[in-house]
């Protein structure tokens, strides 16, 4: 028994989601590296540390995929997803720290954003390529 495959909606349909998300995407992923980049900066106590180890340690799964996100790749998107989930565990953990609550709290929300608008990204995105091609 087959089962009949569900119609993908129509491109008018698609056109604006996909541009909403992707724009909230890149918005994120910037809003992301700006706010590591910052705390680490100006607001963190490293305890010693180089700053510029710490900062190039917690950019550096963000710069792999920025050239794809940069591009508007729905692959480099589905990466993203993977990838922020670190981010999103390290916000939370800071979380639970007094000294670093609100900071923890921001880069929680940034990356589940980022993580929500990459994967809505990912899937209107091939959706309006397969419509494109002539799939219904």
Partial sequence: MARTPKPLPSLDWLAPRVRLSRAVALASFVGLAVLLLVWNLAFADLHGARTWVV???????LLLVAPGMIAGS?????WTCFIVNLYFIQGVLAAIDPARMLYGWVEALVSLTLFVSALLYTRWAYQYERKQAGES
């Fill in 55 to 61: 900062v190039g340690i917690q950019l550096v799964p």
């Fill in 74 to 78: 729905p692959r480099a998107h589905a």
